[in-house]
């Protein structure tokens, strides 16, 4: 069944950030490793190295325990911190799986937005380990 | 280490105001303490795991005599303790 995404569950270095994500993007991108040799028509290519990139938007909040004491810190420190992100928040099964990335923050944005519009921060968060974005089922 | 989530947001699974048992690294228990996610409430509970205090354990078979007088168990009921 095609699935819209309307409760999709992102935890943050252990706190849950969904009610203040309004998208979010799972890229692994794999170089394109060209290994064309001699005696053919076409180019050849194997796969790379990975990438993983985890991408999110979020409403920004000051609050105790909410998205800028999460995010603020974390790009601070450089530290690595456990990315948990499911299709709905429902518990993790065949049909909602979960990936799992150890990630670290490079860029962050506290405050962006026009006179009457929601501070929102768009987040990158990039892998930190061989891991890498790891899919589990249960 | 039991904690409780304080903050508006849920932790690790767990809602405001609810308590939990976790082994959480020395790093994230200070974040998330320093971000007003948890606090410490205590110890982890016992059911967690863990052994401490006092057994009695009782052992000895039926019409035996402590011929010895050493009380090491021979008779029904007669018990060791260890601590």
């Known amino acids: 069944m095609k699935f819209v995404l309307k409760d999709a569950f992102i935890e943050v270095d252990g706190t849950d950030l969904s009610n203040h994500a309004s998208t979010v993007t799972i890229g692994q991108p794999a170089d394109e490793v060209e290994v064309t040799g001699f005696g053919g028509e076409f180019r050849e290519f194997a796969q790379g190295l990975k990438d993983g990139t985890i991408t999110a938007a979020f409403f920004q909040d000051f609050a105790a325990g909410s998205v800028h004491s999460v995010l603020g810190p974390l790009h601070a420190s450089g530290d690595t911190f456990t990315l948990k992100i499911r299709p709905t928040s429902a518990v993790v099964g065949t049909t909602n799986p979960q990936w799992d990335m150890t990630a670290r923050l490079f860029d962050y944005s506290p405050l962006s937005g026009g006179v009457g519009e929601a501070s929102t921060t768009d987040v990158s968060f990039r892998n930190a380990d061989q891991s890498g974005i790891v899919e589990s089922t249960s | ?83």
């Not at chain 2, 409780?4 to 082994?23: M, Q, R, S, W, Y």
């Not at chain 2, 007003?36 to 967690?48: K, N």
């Not at chain 2, 052994?51 to 078979?61: A, L, V």
């Open chain 2, 1 to 83: 280490m039991k904690y409780k989530v304080i903050g508006a947001a849920n932790v690790l699974g767990h809602a405001p105001d609810e308590t939990f048992d976790a082994d959480l690294s020395d790093a994230q228990e200070a974040r998330l303490i320093a971000r007003g996610s948890i606090e410490v409430v205590g110890e982890e509970s016992s059911a967690a795991g863990g052994s401490s205090g006092f057994t009695f354990q009782t052992s000895g078979t039926a019409g035996a005599t402590d011929d010895d007088n050493n009380n090491t168990g021979e008779e029904a009921g007669e018990g060791t303790y260890s601590t």
